[in-house]
């Protein structure tokens, strides 16, 4: 019998440099005892008598995928059950993950699903605490995660919360963000994260004033967020009175509707932290409207505009100074500009969906006018959340990015339109098409470029409507 002695915790390293060297010696699954550090503090991930480098295995793509994804289980026998199906694979059963009802793959899918199951509720139920009088500003958090998922959770986190310091303690380990990098450090305990204080107060503020009473249901509630997690998340305190008081709420909703608040609320990266994807348009653009810009100065909130369900949507940059008095998105010159193109297209602008990877206007005060001012890639990401839950709503099957900022926005990147043009893909396996701004092409100063610029660009909008089939509904 051979003894392979893993680190505690997901040892993704330590397994493959095992599995390397039982398989290079012809080591039978039977013949292997897979342990962690914590019951065997002298044992090495390659047991002593094969040689510590052997070649790297050739498996399937998706054998390699449910390894990655089945370590970081908490049951102590994944590593033998992986070494098992590694073994057939290797020895003449080449396809033996597809076989869905053999009970070793089925248990290997089902510890899949419990791993992703359990990173999607750590990036959910997190709740950071702010450290009180630390200064520059922390914040931690307390998490009890059911498997090993920190390091694989923990980049979520940094892409979300890059602007604040913060620290996430569980029983398994804890992760640090300095504002830089990322590290990851022992474990703690509850008391390492403080307890109630003025964020959370405003949290909870912020989930009250989400909150959709009209869709309050306890049981789905429930559902969504395991009891378990409850004592970590201050705005669970709030529910029960929220539930209770939903009736009059959802009235006293209603009478407000029509005017449209412009209190100072959350940013977009609180709303993102509380991941509470809103229902409905309504739902999300009151979201949107209730939240101040980023930079002072806006008139109000430009939100999206045309059917739900509309085949294409067209993503701009952000509202500009006719947009941002009107409230509508594109209906200045560069809006102007696009109903003309769409028209020669054959696209009804009234089909398609449009809207902007940025909802406020900024821009710098020169005497009486107001001149546009490109948001910055901070921003953009500040509103990405949005836009993506404003595209879930509308699930297009086409996403035109018009310009840079929208192509950063939808892709995450910076990538420029001369070399991006034309059909894409974007974030979240969305089906995109990029192509020029409309303001590039009134800014262009010779009439001559302009028409073929513009002729170009409806020869963009041409293959938009093949492509998204516009003023279809999507299915
Ligand atoms: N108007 C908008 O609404 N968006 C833009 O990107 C430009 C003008």
Redesign the pocket.
């Known amino acids: 019998m051979r003894r392979v002695t893993l680190k505690p915790g997901a040892d993704l390293d330590g397994f493959r440099r095992a599995v390397r060297a039982l398989a290079a010696a012809g080591v039978a699954p039977e013949e292997v005892a897979w342990t962690s550090e914590g019951d065997d503090l002298f044992g090495d991930a390659v047991p002593a008598d094969l040689p510590a480098e052997a070649p790297p295995l050739s498996l399937p793509r998706e054998l390699g995928q449910t390894i990655a994804e089945v370590v970081p289980h908490s049951d102590p026998e994944r590593y033998g059950l992986l070494y098992g199906v590694i073994w057939r694979v290797t020895h003449g059963e080449r396809a033996a993950l597809q076989v869905a009802s053999d009970p070793i793959v089925h248990r290997l899918d089902q510890m899949r699903k419990a791993v992703r199951r359990d990173i999607h509720k750590m990036h959910a139920y997190v709740r950071f605490r702010k450290v009180e009088g630390a200064s520059p500003e922390r914040f931690v958090a307390w998490f009890e995660p059911e498997h090993f998922i920190l390091e694989v959770a923990a980049p979520f986190f940094e892409e979300r919360f890059r602007s604040m310091l913060w620290t996430i303690v569980t029983p398994i380990g804890s992760v640090a963000w300095d504002g830089s990098r990322m590290s990851f450090g022992p474990p703690g305990t509850k008391r390492d994260a403080p307890g109630v204080d003025g964020f959370e107060a405003g949290w909870t503020d912020y989930y009250e004033s989400t909150f959709n009473p009209a869709r309050a249901n306890p049981k789905l509630m429930r559902q969504h967020m395991a009891k378990k997690y409850w004592h970590n998340m201050p705005e669970a305190a709030a529910i029960p009175r929220l539930v209770r008081s939903a009736s009059s709420r959802v009235e006293a909703m209603l009478d407000r509707e029509a005017s449209v608040p412009n209190k100072r609320a959350p940013e977009g990266a609180l709303a993102a932290m509380l991941d509470q994807a809103p229902a409905s348009l309504e739902e999300l653009n009151a979201i949107i409207r209730s939240a101040g810009p980023l930079v002072p100065g806006a008139t109000q909130a430009?939100v999206g505009e045309g059917p739900e369900g509309a085949g294409i949507a067209f993503v701009?940059?952000?509202?500009?100074d006719e947009?941002d008095l009107m409230g509508r998105?594109?209906v200045?010159p560069?809006?102007r500009l696009v109903d003309g193109a769409l028209g020669e297209a054959g696209i009804e602008r009234r089909d398609v969906y449009l809207t902007?990877a940025v909802k406020h206007f900024k821009f710098e005060q020169r005497g009486k006018r107001r001149i546009h001012s490109k948001p910055t890639a901070g921003e953009v990401s500040h509103y990405r959340w949005w836009l993506m839950r404003e595209l879930d709503l509308v699930r297009p099957k086409l996403v035109v990015a018009?310009g840079g900022t929208a192509v950063l926005a939808l892709t995450g990147k910076s990538i420029p339109i001369t070399r991006a043009r034309g059909p894409a893909e974007l974030l979240d396996g969305r089906r995109g098409f990029i192509t020029v701004?409309p303001?590039y092409l009134l800014r262009l100063p010779d009439e001559k470029a302009k028409r073929s610029a513009y002729e170009a660009f409806v020869g963009d909008l041409v293959r938009v409507r093949e492509l998204g089939g516009a003023g279809a509904l999507a299915a």
């Open positions: 430009v701009g940059e952000q509202p500009g947009e998105p594109f200045g560069a809006g902007n018009l701004h303001s």
